[in-house]
């Protein structure tokens, strides 16, 4: 069987990371599109014939390629699998077609990464956070993160063409790296944080403002004391 032996043969290559993979027909076309925490093993399943549905004993006969797409994390590879199947309508996916999309907050991959609402657009880079209930609920939660880590939220564009700090900066909700009010490496720092609060590392956060406050403090330092508070 053609597609088996390109199976056995792409199996050989594929990574041992999360992504997504697309079985493909002759056209180029992607008839199943799933994804995995490590796309090699989860590839090894579809070897095993006998064991498969008939339908996807059907897709792989069908398939003339497999192609992978990577992603930084499992949550990225699911976005990623929903997204595409939304997009090719693979003949051979049953899930996903219909499934309502939910907003969500990514912090973007650029040098200054931006913090974001977004229900469909992303790359499989970004850092993605979600599900939420309502796009109004994840305006809060963004402008609370705006509030304690001051990540810019600004477009690509708007970026790129700032002369002056936009109206956040003055209301100490964003450092400004558009025209950099902030070096790359402290930018960095506010990233990592923002991050660990998602990853559930609140205390240890709080913990660090806490102790630059005093910081700011001793060193009458006042203005970025109460701005930290």
């Known amino acids: 069987m053609l597609g088996l032996e390109i199976l056995k043969k792409r199996l050989k290559e594929a990574p041992q990371s999360s992504g997504v993979y697309l079985f493909k027909n002759k056209k180029d076309i992607p008839i199943y599109i799933g994804k995995a925490i490590n796309i090699k093993r989860r590839l090894s399943n579809y070897g095993n014939l006998p064991k498969l549905p008939r339908r996807l004993q059907k ?3 069908q398939t003339i390629n497999i192609d992978f797409e990577l992603t930084e994390s499992e949550r990225n590879a699911l976005l990623l699998e929903a997204l595409l199947i939304k997009k090719f309508s693979p003949r051979y996916n049953i899930r996903l077609k219909d499934d309502k999309s939910f907003p969500l907050i990514k912090i973007t991959n650029d040098q200054f990464p931006r913090l974001t609402r977004f229900r469909n657009d992303f790359h499989k880079d970004d850092r993605v956070f979600g599900p939420f209930t309502s796009a109004l609920k994840t305006d809060k939660v963004i402008k609370i993160l705006q509030k304690s880590f001051k990540l810019r939220s600004c477009t690509d564009l ?29 930018y960095d720092s506010q990233v990592n944080d923002t991050l660990k609060f998602f990853q559930g590392n609140q205390k240890g956060i709080f913990n660090k403002l806490e102790k630059q406050m005093l910081v700011f403090s001793q060193n009458q330092n006042y203005e970025k004391a109460a701005e930290m508070r």
């Not at 063409?161 to 490496?185: E, G, H, I, M, Y």
């Open 158 to 186: 708007e970026f790129k063409n700032r002369k002056r700090p936009c109206l956040l900066f003055d209301l100490k909700q964003c450092t400004a790296p558009c025209v950099n009010k902030v070096s790359k490496k402290e």
């Open 59 to 61: 897709m792989v006969s």
